[in-house]
């Protein structure tokens, strides 16, 4: 499944920035964005304004999913998990890079957190949110929203 393998370059990716960053000092905790209300720009923007992720993907997928990491000395968290890397794409926005092939969805986000996927599913369900939650490792889960 060509989404699974794409997150799961962009975890492993993430996952080696992590373990290599300092300790994160600013905990900040983004599960109701993932409520999958939203659109991929307003997810984005927000956490870009407000200096919670980089302003540049560290990664682009194929299918156009901007892997984002949290800024230096920012936590973030959803569902008591630690987030690793946030996804994001919005069709014609101009904050997200283009990937080559054809897109996930007109709009798309969520995050990579570190805790094992039952757990995480059932977390994301109690809290009323319909986002996909999809293993990545057996300790790496993805949360995603999309719409078309």
Not at 2 to 13: D, E, N, P, Y
């Amino acid at each position: 499944m060509r989404v699974t393998k794409s997150l799961r370059m962009a975890a492993g990716c993430a996952t080696a920035c992590f373990l290599l960053s300092p300790v994160l000092a600013r905990a900040e905790a983004i599960e109701e964005q993932l409520d999958c209300r939203s659109s991929g720009h307003t997810f984005i923007s927000a956490l870009l304004a407000s200096g919670e992720i980089q302003s540049k993907p560290m990664r682009v997928e194929a299918n156009s999913v901007n892997a984002f990491r949290p800024a230096h000395g920012v936590k973030l968290t959803a569902y008591d998990y630690k987030v690793f890397v946030v996804l994001g794409y919005q069709k014609d926005d101009p904050i997200f890079a283009q990937g080559k092939g054809t897109p996930i969805a007109d709009s798309a986000y969520g995050v990579v957190v570190t805790g094992p996927t039952d757990d995480v599913k059932d977390r994301v369900h109690q809290s009323g949110s319909s986002a996909i939650v999809h293993e990545i490792t057996p300790i790496t889960t993805a949360i995603l929203c999309k719409s078309e």
